[in-house]
């Protein structure tokens, strides 16, 4: 019996245990993964205001610095800027942009639900206009590239070509479709349709497109007007903007401020119809300055909504410079200067701040994203 035992094989099971040092190289990539997804997931429209406040500096940064004929003394203090401060703050905002549209690039092919659902929120959908609008202010602040070249045209084609097309679907819907219509969706941030027309038309005359310039710009002033009308008659949609949101209130000044110098491109000169822009702008940016209150509960935390300030600043200060360049007063220049360092001022604290608070950008989803989304119209 023992002989029987013996002369039957033996079978060992062997059982490997995990291997510790593999674990440690994986743990690097998931986090990478759930990084990025965390980020597809939390990136929205609403993080272009970083793009657009960069790009509208660079290209005050570039007006101010360009040399002019019979320059008053104010003015010929800004030539001492360095151009190196000019290059760094361009490349700053292409990179910014860049990687913005990459990210939104990204989150269209895998997280389409969401820009979906962007496209039918009533504050989302203004700001898809506005990657595109950045990208025609970093085309109007390069000095590489001349108007008069084709590479300029087929970039402006590129850039409006979007902004048409959301104003026919946006605008279309405000007067035939019964939940779209502007008495309802109509909020602050709605002047960016309009912002992106005029400048598009601010880009177009510079390249001599003058019945292009005409026909966006006339698009952009007649839904500005309606637009403006609606939002300062408090309608319903008017209230619709969460507190954290009401920086997008500065979006009152940057319209008529862009419409100014649209029409100042188009004209040839900064005149009456463009002071008169200005001087509403002007107008807006006091009555907003003088009511702190209004802003005081959406400045308690830091949110990326605390972007849309520098935007509208720094437009302003464009058109200031231009009447200051027509005008060639003192006061208009003083003016010119103090608006200028606003602008230059609110777009470095907030480079600084977001550098300081960059972990917690993506680690919160913003208020405009809970509300409630309506269905999409039949």
């Keep these: 019996m023992d002989d029987q035992n013996q002369s039957q094989p033996q079978i060992e099971i062997t059982i490997d245990a995990p291997n510790d040092t593999e674990q440690p190289h994986r743990e690097p990539l998931i986090i990478i993964r759930r990084s990025s997804s965390l980020i597809l997931t939390k990136f929205h429209g609403g993080h272009f205001r970083i793009s657009l406040s960069?790009?509208?500096?660079?290209?005050?940064?570039?007006?101010?610095?360009?040399p002019i004929d019979d320059a008053h003394a104010?003015?010929?203090?800004?030539?001492?800027l360095p151009s190196n401060a000019f290059l760094f703050l361009w490349s700053l905002a292409f990179f910014t942009l860049v990687s913005q549209s990459t990210l939104y690039i990204l989150r269209c092919f895998f997280r389409f639900e969401m820009v979906k659902n962007e496209f039918f929120h009533h504050v989302g959908v203004n700001y898809l206009f506005a990657p595109w609008i950045s990208w025609l202010l970093l085309l109007q602040s390069s000095r590489l590239i001349a108007p008069t070249t084709i590479y300029y045209q087929v970039f402006w084609c590129a850039s409006v070509l979007p902004i048409v097309v959301l104003d026919v679907k946006i605008y279309g819907q405000w007067f035939t479709k019964g939940p779209w219509l502007l008495s309802t969706m109509a909020n602050p941030a709605s002047q960016l349709s309009v912002i992106g027309n005029f400048v598009g038309a601010w880009a177009a005359a510079q390249m001599g497109w003058r019945e292009c310039a005409l026909f966006l710009f006339s698009l952009g002033m007649t839904h500005y007007l309606v637009?403006?009308?609606?939002?300062?008659?408090?309608?319903?949609?008017?209230?619709?903007?969460?507190?954290?949101?009401?920086?997008?209130?500065?979006?009152?000044?940057?319209?008529?401020?862009i419409a100014s110098l649209a029409w100042e491109s188009i004209a040839g000169n900064f005149d009456v119809s463009s002071k008169m822009l200005f001087f509403l702008s002007l107008f807006l940016f006091m009555s907003l300055v003088c009511r702190p209150a209004l802003f005081k509960r959406s400045m308690r935390k830091f949110n990326v909504a605390w972007w849309a300030y520098p935007f509208p600043l720094t437009v302003l200060a464009l058109a200031a410079t231009k009447y200051a360049q027509e005008v060639r007063g003192a006061r208009a220049h003083a003016l010119m200067l103090l608006l200028s360092a606003v602008s230059v001022l609110a777009s470095l604290a907030l480079i600084i701040v977001t550098v300081i608070?960059?972990?917690?950008?993506?680690?919160?989803?913003?208020?405009?994203?809970?509300?409630?989304?309506?269905?999409?119209?039949a």
């Design 357 to 377: 608070t960059s972990n917690n950008i993506f680690s919160q989803s913003p208020k405009s994203t809970l509300l409630k989304i309506p269905n999409p119209p």
């Design 54 to 66: 960069l790009c509208s500096q660079a290209l005050l940064w570039k007006t101010l610095g360009d």
């Design 74 to 80: 104010f003015r010929r203090v800004l030539s001492i």
């Design 227 to 257: 637009l403006f009308v609606t939002l300062y008659q408090r309608l319903s949609g008017s209230s619709s903007l969460p507190v954290m949101l009401r920086p997008v209130f500065f979006l009152f000044i940057a319209t008529p401020s």
